[in-house]
């Protein structure tokens, strides 16, 4: 009886090690998921993996009423490649879709950079 209690233990311990691992085990790109603030302290979006393996992000909190409203898409298509996220498109309320792209950087902040045409601009994002 008491041999069959200890594998019992062991393999439960096992099982949920390896449950843990899996949970936890996320590719490369999947480090920009989750929620972002802006330096100004004022929105925070959400980025999510879509089924086309591309990443998104939704407005998910705004301090004022201007500007997209909460659950807006304002980035999408983004692909991880090389340590970075490129292709996809920003939405800005003046210009409408730009294009964009984005790095989460040593320090961990998300740089998110939208250009048009020869002007780009550049924000650095942190977790909340």
Same mark, same amino acid.
């Given at each position: 009886?008491?041999? @069959? !209690?200890k594998n019992t233990k062991? /393999? /439960?311990f096992? #099982? #949920? !090690? *390896? @449950?843990s691992i899996a949970m936890y085990a996320q590719t490369p790109g999947d480090k920009i998921c989750g929620e972002w603030v802006n330096e100004q302290m004022d929105k925070k979006i959400t980025f999510d993996k879509v089924g &086309? =393996?591309?990443y998104t992000a939704k407005l998910s909190w705004k301090k004022t009423s201007d500007g997209p %409203? %909460? +659950? /807006? /898409?304002? %980035?999408k298509k !983004?692909? *991880? $490649? &090389? =340590? $970075?996220?490129? =292709? +996809?498109? !920003? *939405?800005?309320?003046?210009? +409408?879709?730009i294009n964009g792209k984005a790095l989460v950087n040593d320090k961990g902040e998300l740089e998110l950079t =939208?250009? $048009?045409?020869f002007f780009s601009k550049t924000q650095i994002w942190t977790r909340p």
């Open positions: 009886m008491k041999q @069959i !209690l062991w /393999t /439960t096992i #099982c #949920c !090690l *390896f @449950i &086309d =393996g591309s %409203v %909460v +659950g /807006t /898409t304002i %980035v !983004l692909i *991880f $490649k &090389d =340590g $970075k996220y490129s =292709g +996809g498109q !920003l *939405f800005t309320p003046k210009s +409408g879709w =939208g250009s $048009k045409s």
